[in-house]
């Protein structure tokens, strides 16, 4: 069946009719041609399709684009420019957060929603009181970020991005 979706996209109304079949990570890519963000496993497995749904991290490639009715979506295409960078990107480049960068935008994705996670005391696995602490420890941000896989294996610079834009 077809069925029609409008939300906001990096800031933007977009409006599709769309098989009901389709996922957010297909929606976005192959009918609103945002290829910034990535298609790995396509089973929930790999994080290389990170967004950020009303302020929290999703697999898109899990998701049914139709569910998302009046959402705001956020894709690594709306988090900076090239001549305005998002913070967390800078630290990417600067902390050399990758090799091949295929998993990247899923990545900072991902890395941006843990940031607020923070902020918001959410709790990780490892770290039940993190207000108590002045600083995010590298394990905590190994824990939240265990769903973003590289198979680069580029894994400790990313850990040290994060943890410098977290502080
Ligand atoms: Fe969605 Fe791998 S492509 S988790």
């Known amino acids: 069946a077809v069925a029609k979706v409008s939300f906001e996209v990096n800031g933007a109304t977009r409006s599709l009719e769309l098989d009901t ?12 041609k945002l290829n910034g963000t990535k298609k790995g496993c396509d089973q929930g497995q790999c994080g290389a399709c990170t967004v950020i749904v009303d302020g929290r991290r999703i697999n898109s490639c899990l998701s049914l684009a139709v569910m998302h009715e009046g959402d705001k979506i956020t894709t690594v295409e709306g988090l900076g420019t090239p001549d305005k960078l998002h913070p967390m990107q800078a630290a990417f480049i600067k902390h050399d957060g990758y090799q091949c960068g295929y998993c ?21 696995h490892v770290a039940d009181d993190i207000t108590a602490r002045p600083r995010v420890t590298d394990m905590e941000v190994r824990e939240r970020m265990s769903g973003n896989l590289c198979r680069c294996g580029a894994y400790s610079n990313i850990a040290e991005a994060i943890s410098e834009v977290a502080g």
Do not use: N, W
Not at 21 to 32: F, K, P, Q, V, W
Not at 104 to 124: F, H, M, N, R, W
């Open 21 to 32: 079949r389709t996922t957010l990570l297909d929606a976005l890519r192959e009918h609103l």
């Open 104 to 124: 990247t935008p899923g990545q900072i994705c991902s890395a941006v929603a843990v940031l607020d996670e923070i902020k918001a005391g959410i709790p990780s």
